[in-house]
């Protein structure tokens, strides 16, 4: 199957606090998304593996993904090592992208910078008929990096109004990670502690320079191109 949009994280919810509204736009409009999680969080304070994929799952489903898979790479353990770089790279040769997000390179996670690093070299990697030639390079997708904690240089901006009720739908899927019911065998993090809240804020303010109520802001390396002929023309 060919994906027109592959979307890598860390952790399953990494995709989704960053660029949830995104997906759902282009699902939405017929694009085909599928959504790719390099370990299953197993390090994660709250939450077990089982349930995380239960609820990276439904939050697929809530978005309209084609797939989501999950490459069991170690969780605080994606370095840059030959065997990950494969298995990143086959996931992208697998489903011939036409556009690969990934987490944006500087974030208080280290899994999420590793990440980052890793699919970049992976998106490379995915275009040299020379690499793993038992599965075809396949021509270079577009690149661009999505905010999970840090905000960066904001390269792009995709309104989300509309698909902002189903951003919090998605999100509200990670029970284990965002709630905190009294009882539960869970500690306080960082998520527990008005996270959607903080998203919510943040994807207000991504809208701010544009007038845009909910935005989600993505980076790139390489200069966005654009025909100036149909701007001219307005
Ligand atoms: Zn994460």
Same mark, same amino acid.
């Given at each position: 199957m060919k994906l027109d949009i592959l979307v890598f994280g860390a952790h399953a919810d990494d995709a989704e606090i960053g660029m949830a509204g995104t997906i759902a736009k282009h699902t939405a409009a017929?694009?085909?998304?599928?959504?790719?999680?390099?370990?299953r969080a197993e390090m994660s304070s709250n939450g077990t593996v089982e349930l995380r994929e239960q609820e990276a799952q439904q939050a697929a489903a809530v978005l309209g993904a084609e797939v989501r898979s999950n490459l069991g790479l170690p969780d605080r353990g994606l370095y840059i090592t030959e065997g990950h770089l494969a298995a990143v790279?086959?996931?992208i040769r697998r489903y011939a992208p036409s556009m690969v997000f990934a987490p944006y390179w500087e974030d208080r996670h280290p899994d999420h910078i590793a990440c980052s690093k890793l699919v970049e070299e992976a998106v490379f990697n995915a275009k040299l008929r020379k690499y793993m030639p038992d599965?075809?390079?396949i021509p270079e997708p577009g690149l661009y990096f999505y905010f999970i904690n840090d905000l960066g240089r904001t390269d792009?901006?995709?309104?989300?109004?509309?698909? /902002?009720?189903?951003?919090?739908?998605?999100?509200?899927? /990670?029970?284990s990670q965002f709630g905190l019911a009294p009882g539960e065998d869970?500690?306080?993090?960082p998520l527990t502690e008005g996270y959607i809240e903080r998203v919510r804020s943040r994807d207000m303010l991504l809208g701010q320079r544009r007038l845009i109520p909910y935005a989600e802001g993505f980076a790139g390396k390489v200069p966005y191109?654009?025909?100036?002929?149909?701007a001219a023309r307005k």
């Open positions: 017929g694009f085909k998304v599928g959504m790719c999680d390099l370990t790279t086959a996931e599965k075809p390079a792009l901006i995709v309104d989300v109004t509309a698909q /902002y009720p189903l951003k919090e739908q998605a999100l509200s899927c /990670y029970r869970a500690v306080a993090t191109t654009v025909d100036l002929f149909d």
